[in-house]
């Protein structure tokens, strides 16, 4: 059962929808315990107290803030819960924007809402179906404890209600300094080879990603158990780093990527040209669409033009 983050009441405009946010991913990440190398003796590490040296149980800590001055002040769970905020208990909806603007960096880790109750269930698919017509996301505030406010995404995925935790926009340090530190000329073909790679790898599944580090602990494990040889790269697998001739490089992949998917070369570029000769043909009859719409606005201004004139004429002729 996925972790539940918390209880909230979802603001849709007027209508309130008692939700409860939980944990949408899990983690593989492979985990280490820490030993000592002379007796392989694990490591622990205990709470102690800096004032009296008492170890202490995890119901004895609690939590407090310092002030700049060094004294601390004790917060406890419950004031926490009873702060006067309105996004304590609510994901308050600040409004709506496309999914496509918010900037992938702003993403952080989503989340499901459900519905906590039978009578929760209409309101929650009436947000659900007006977010999918109108192919927005709402944006909300929510109060998480301990860790103050959080903004929240909230899009429909399937049947369900998605909360992407988000970024603060102050969060999202600025990107001066990581691009290129000098001008670089790009020649036609160049850029050409790359698009061409790029179509040869056709699109991702993702559904076929999966984490081969954890894998390669897991054999190298299983391997020093059954006191084996630890597993080796196969020979061709180590690539050399650096940059090599460009054209090459991407020749090369793409000539890979076609293998691998099966795909024959001709086949491959007589497609490129015809989606290409489609996009020009595309691009034609959109130009030429404009161009009579401007003949006829020009027409119409011409023979308004025409008209003015010669009511002015029968006005002095009168």
């Not at 769970?77 to 600040?94: C, F, H, N, Q």
């Not at 519905?115 to 269930?121: D, G, L, Y």
């Not at 020649?187 to 559904?207: C, F, N």
Request: aromatic content about 6%; proline content about 6%; overall charge neutral.
């Amino acid at each position: 059962m996925p972790p539940t983050i918390g209880s909230f009441t979802l603001a849709f405009g007027l209508v309130a929808i008692p939700v409860q946010m939980i944990g949408a991913t899990r983690s593989h990440k492979i985990s280490f315990r820490q030993v000592h190398t002379e007796d392989m003796g694990r490591v622990k590490y205990r709470r102690t107290c800096e004032a009296d040296g008492a170890v202490l149980a995890q119901d004895e800590i609690g939590r407090a803030w310092e002030a700049p001055d060094g004294r601390l002040v004790p917060v406890s769970d419950d004031e926490l819960d009873e702060m006067p905020l309105p996004t304590a208990k609510t994901i308050e909806v600040s409004g709506f924007l496309e999914l496509a603007a918010v900037p992938p960096e702003y993403f952080d880790r989503p989340y499901f809402l459900t519905p906590q109750s039978e009578a929760a269930n209409k309101p929650y698919v009436l947000m659900r179906e007006a977010l999918s017509k109108a192919g927005k996301a709402a944006v909300g505030k929510y109060a998480a404890r301990g860790s103050g406010e959080a903004l929240a995404l909230i899009y429909p995925a399937g049947d369900v209600l998605v909360a992407h935790r988000l970024h603060w926009p102050d969060e999202i340090r600025s990107a001066a300094g990581a691009e290129p530190t000098a001008d670089v000329d790009l020649a036609d073909d160049e850029v050409g080879a790359a698009l061409e790679y790029i179509s040869a790898m056709g699109d991702l599944d993702m559904q076929q990603m999966h984490d081969q580090y954890a894998e390669a602990v897991q054999a190298l494990v299983e391997a020093k158990v059954g006191h084996q040889a630890p597993p080796t790269p196969a020979e061709g697998e180590r690539e050399e780093a650096g940059v090599t001739d460009l054209m090459s490089a991407l020749k090369a992949a793409t000539d890979r990527a076609r293998a691998d998917r099966g795909q024959d070369e001709d086949a491959q570029v007589h497609h490129m040209h015809e989606r290409r000769a489609t996009k020009k043909k595309a691009s034609a009859k959109k130009t030429a669409k404009k161009a009579t719409e401007k003949k006829a606005t020009t027409a119409k201004k011409t023979a308004a033009k025409k008209t003015a004139a010669k009511k002015t004429t029968r006005k002095r002729a009168g």
